[in-house]
């Protein structure tokens, strides 16, 4: 069993810092967290991730490790002995674990983005169709993978309800951020039966933001942006 130091450097909105302190939690390990101010991030960010300078960044006896996927996958390795193991054992269901992680930040997040975020009506429209997409394959992934069982990995939470589940607050503000219902109880049963029973565990009682501040942070982001917009093209005329 590893031990030593952890100390986890995150910002509280951040679902990938999200997908982290869930999995320390559900390993039951002891860390310092350091919240980060983005708009002047710290020495300590800076030096521990040199290459992105993003959080979330896990510092492991003064050894860092940057990127959620890469750290959640860490947590499991080097804390094996603690509680249940996120990746299956199986080779190939591991790669389908990670194959899936890969799509949620490939497709999901960036069609969220686009809905939320597009420039025009149009681009925003692209990005609600692309998402509702997105989310029915999630909801075959979810079918193939659980084999009828509460989680994406059967029984018990593993790798890919944790990368999943770090998004619930946004995707659950998604209505009142895009308009749209993410899950829906006609279209993806099982993941709105799967993100209510995730949404239970005390890992995400913990570590999850709670849905009314990230909308309110994310309409108050969008109101800013859209002022300095209008100031911008207000001094070019």
Same mark, same amino acid.
């Given at each position: 069993?590893?031990?030593?130091?952890?100390?986890?450097?995150?910002?509280?909105?951040?679902?990938?810092?999200?997908?982290?302190?869930?999995?320390?939690?559900?390993?039951?390990?002891?860390?310092?967290? !350091?919240? /980060?101010? @983005? #708009?002047?991030?710290?020495?300590?960010?800076?030096?521990?991730? &040199?290459?992105?300078?993003?959080?979330? +960044?896990?510092?492991?006896?003064?050894?860092?490790?940057?990127?959620?996927?890469?750290?959640?996958?860490?947590?499991?390795?080097?804390?094996?002995?603690n509680g249940s193991p996120l990746l299956p054992a199986d080779p190939h269901e591991r790669a389908t674990a990670r194959f899936w992680a890969a799509y949620i930040d490939?497709?999901?997040?960036?069609?969220?983005?686009?809905?939320?975020?597009?420039?025009?009506?149009?681009?925003?429209?692209?990005?609600?169709?692309?998402?509702?997409? !997105?989310? /029915?394959? @999630? #909801?075959?992934?979810?079918?193939?993978?659980?084999?009828?069982? &509460?989680?994406?990995?059967?029984?018990? +939470?593993?790798?890919?309800?944790?990368?999943?589940?770090?998004?619930?607050?946004?995707?659950?503000?998604?209505?009142?951020?895009?308009?749209?219902?993410?899950?829906?109880?006609?279209?993806?049963?099982?993941?709105?039966?799967?993100?209510?029973?995730?949404?239970?565990?005390?890992?995400?009682?913990?570590?999850?933001?709670?849905?009314?501040?990230?909308?309110?942070?994310?309409?108050?982001?969008?109101?800013?942006?859209?002022?300095?917009?209008?100031?911008?093209?207000?001094?070019?005329?």
């Amino acid at each position: 069993m590893a031990g030593g130091e952890l100390k986890l450097l995150g910002a509280w909105l951040s679902v990938w810092v999200c997908r982290v302190r869930i999995a320390l939690h559900l390993k039951d390990l002891s860390y310092d967290y !350091v919240e /980060e101010d @983005l #708009e002047n991030k710290s020495d300590l960010l800076l030096a521990s991730n &040199p290459v992105h300078k993003k959080v979330p +960044v896990l510092i492991h006896d003064s050894k860092p490790i940057s990127e959620s996927l890469v750290i959640v996958q860490y947590i499991d390795e080097a804390f094996a002995g603690n509680g249940s193991p996120l990746l299956p054992a199986d080779p190939h269901e591991r790669a389908t674990a990670r194959f899936w992680a890969a799509y949620i930040d490939d497709k999901l997040v960036a069609a969220w983005l686009q809905a939320f975020r597009g420039k025009t009506d149009e681009e925003k429209l692209e990005g609600t169709r692309q998402l509702l997409v !997105v989310v /029915e394959t @999630l #909801e075959g992934a979810l079918r193939e993978c659980s084999k009828g069982k &509460p989680f994406f990995s059967g029984d018990s +939470v593993g790798f890919l309800d944790v990368m999943l589940g770090g998004l619930l607050s946004w995707l659950h503000g998604t209505k009142a951020l895009c308009g749209v219902e993410f899950f829906d109880a006609t279209k993806t049963p099982l993941l709105l039966a799967w993100a209510e029973r995730f949404g239970a565990l005390d890992a995400a009682k913990a570590t999850l933001p709670d849905v009314g501040e990230v909308v309110e942070f994310a309409k108050t982001r969008r109101a800013k942006e859209a002022a300095a917009e209008a100031e911008a093209a207000a001094a070019k005329n």
